[in-house]
């Protein structure tokens, strides 16, 4: 029980740096409204942080859940920030591209050094989930600061 609760709190603190970098992306192409409190800013990163973990943790099926999560990041972008629609979706889906392919490129290379089934190592609670999950992250981190310049 208590390796469940570690794990759940690793799950979580992988989706709050996610929401983290996806704020700092949006934040550079788009102004925040002015309207919008600093608590209520704060509040949307912990609440779209554990909505996330709950997406993830819930198996249904992985475009659902894909497609469900890029309307929710379309939705706080609209509600949160400043511009037009078309400066929205269009900072949404460069977000969404360089997460989808940090993802992927990290799962697809690890899994051909330790010879092991992608699904295996996505749904395992083992070194080699922790180890893909940050380094996934660190390449989503690099992506989206060059991106940014």
Not at 2 to 23: A, H, R
Not at 85 to 96: L, Q
Not at 108 to 115: D, L
């Amino acid at each position: 029980m208590p390796q469940l609760k570690l794990w759940i709190l690793y799950e979580y603190v992988l989706c709050l740096v996610e929401v983290l970098l996806f704020y700092g992306f949006i934040s550079t192409t788009l102004e925040r409204h002015k309207r919008v409190k600093k608590g209520w800013y704060y509040l949307s990163i912990i609440l779209l942080s554990i909505l996330i973990l709950i997406l993830t943790e819930i198996k249904i099926y992985s475009m659902i859940r894909t497609i469900l999560l890029y309307l929710i990041l379309l939705f706080i972008s609209y509600i949160l920030f400043q511009g037009n629609i078309k400066e929205k979706v269009f900072s949404v889906t460069m977000f969404y591209f360089f997460l989808i392919l940090s993802d992927i490129l990290i799962v697809s290379i690890f899994s051909a050094f330790i010879e092991k089934d992608i699904k295996n190592i996505i749904e395992t609670q083992a070194w080699h989930r922790i180890l893909l999950s940050q380094i996934s992250k660190l390449l989503l981190f690099i992506l989206l600061r060059m991106a940014k310049k």
